[in-house]
């Protein structure tokens, strides 16, 4: 093989010339920005800590082991957290978006399905709201034969559910239909993210207040500044929605609904009313602003606009590598990245090392869940020449991933939302990835 | 049969009978014996809550609006952030990074300088006053009353050309205003037709 051996010594010379050197890349192909290497620079001048530094710091773009130098091992303390923090290390965060309205899940930094709460991706429209739980309730009332209030406590009482499922903004990559300004994959895709949910089904709830003959709509509203509402069909209610308490095996964040809000697997994030208070039921759609003057997809072919276009369907993001990376030399690589589909599970992905000239078949990693991040790997032998990485996901509807073009030619311009066409990474032969449109 | 066969086949029975009573217990529920958890909602819980309204007008509280109402409610809880012009502002500076134009943009939507705005998108005008009353203004949500809602409503409405100046909104004339995108919109069609996207 002609790639450098992964993984190699590292000397103290070697340390030295990491830190004189100017390249963008100190920590490797995983930039996080200043505050990643110069957390790094401040650990490895501290006084005494070089030789440490050795054998725990990555320094060069793999990881190297001390190779007789340092320490035997490293001494530790006495666990004094009752609620856990990552290493001191570990640097990776979301990204907070114009306005502050939003903050992006770093998805170049994600392994595996699940995001870690932390990192799950947030959009709010007045804010997130400080709710105490024991004042906090969810009223049920409309077309029902019995109206009802809970408390988080109460629900909890209930026959539980858990499952594994992505939440997408339906805003996400929006920017990415028109340009490829967004230099990194958190940027362009971040507003994604898949959690393990746990609650109560709706339609436990809803045979307990007995809903009355010709109820087809149910309203359900946030007790956020923004009150946010959306009407949701009751088929879905009683299908697969969920009241969920928890996230990722412990209550909500703040930022995603706490202490309660609804999942709709599979639908665009905003329905997935967050901070829920109020289910009410009627026989009509409400037509809030959120499902009428937005989150609607204007078709700038012919100036009309798609309405309760709730799937999120299929699409898929290679997420390494991706933008602003760089590539240390030719050699082995592993493609990485994730599929999703909100109308069936993920049946195939496919890879382009050429900008969809060809494409082979991906891997994808069990479990494939329905409505859930899929992570899909594909090896790559990169011969040191310019290459465009592409991804294109396929459901089992038998759906495929569409291209920008196709999109664009269909829809026009307009729509804000539901934009899920390829997305294409440049290598070039220095080994830089950036993001471009596609051919 | 032996007597040891027959205990198996009792065995097997009541195995077989589990499952049944498990789920008796899980879904056994609807409309009937209730799980006891949570408590009825009473009328004044529902009352405080049960603000929305709906295209035909259900929902819409007592009160009325005009046009000069609206336009001092106006300069003095929303031109900060939505113009004086009503014409939008960003600025990273405001709440949500500015707010969006309430009017203009009619005869865009089909072009790629689209603006969507109350005037040329909104399909009801009883969701600009369901919105306002939830949501608006941004810093004091809920703070306004039903009349003040009704004049904001009439001061957006005219100046968008929608109405005119003179009428006045209350629960009565609001549903009837046709708002000239309202048929601007088409239920959901995908997956497109196609089996293969390019």
Known sequence: MDHPAIGEAVTETEIEQALQSDCDCKDGMFPQGKMGTASRRAFLRGSGLLTAAAAIVPVKAFGQDAAGEGPWSVPGEIAKSDYGQRASFETVKRLASFGGTSSLTPLQAGVGIITPSRLHFERHHNGVPTIDPAQHRLVIHGMVDKPMKYSVEDLKRFPSTSRILFVECSGNSNAASRSANQKTVQEAHGLTSTSEWTGVRLSTLLAQVGVKDGAAWVLAEGSDGAMLSRSVPIDKMLDDAIVAYAQNGEAIRPENGYPMRLILPGWEGNINVKWLRRLKIGDKPFMTREETSKYTDLMTTTGKARQFSWVMEAKSVITFPSGDMRLPGKGFYEISGLAWSGRAPIERVEVSTDGGKSWGLASLQEPVLPKAHVRFRFPWHWDGGEAVLESRATDQTGYVQPTKAFLTRNEGVGPTYHYNGIQSWKVLADGSVSNVLQA | ?198
């Not at chain 2, 309204?53 to 031109?79: F, H, M, N, W």
């Not at chain 2, 705005?117 to 203004?137: G, K, N």
């Open chain 2, 1 to 198: 049969m032996s007597f040891k066969l027959k205990g198996a086949f009792l065995g097997a029975a009541v195995l077989a009978a589990l499952p049944v009573t498990v789920w008796a217990q899980q879904v056994g529920y609807p409309g009937g014996a209730a799980y006891p958890f949570g408590s009825p909602a009473s009328e004044a819980d529902i009352r405080a809550w049960d603000k929305d309204v709906r295209p035909d007008g259900a929902g819409l509280p007592a009160g009325s609006g005009t046009y000069k109402q609206g336009e001092q409610i106006y300069g003095e809880q929303c031109a900060s952030c939505h113009g004086l012009k009503l014409e939008g502002i960003r600025d990273p500076n405001l709440p949500q990074g500015g707010a969006p134009a309430l009017v203009g943009g009619r005869g865009t939507l089909n072009t790629t300088h689209f603006k969507q705005t109350v005037e040329s998108y909104w399909p009801y005008a009883t969701t600009l006053f369901d919105y306002i009353t939830r949501a608006m203004p941004y810093t004091a949500p809920g703070s306004l009353k039903p009349d003040e809602v009704y004049a904001l409503v009439a001061y957006i409405l005219a100046e968008g050309h929608v109405i005119k100046p003179t009428e006045v909104m209350d629960a009565k004339s609001l549903p009837k205003v046709r708002m000239p995108n309202r048929d601007g919109f088409y239920i959901d069609n995908r997956p497109y037709p196609v089996k293969r996207y390019d």
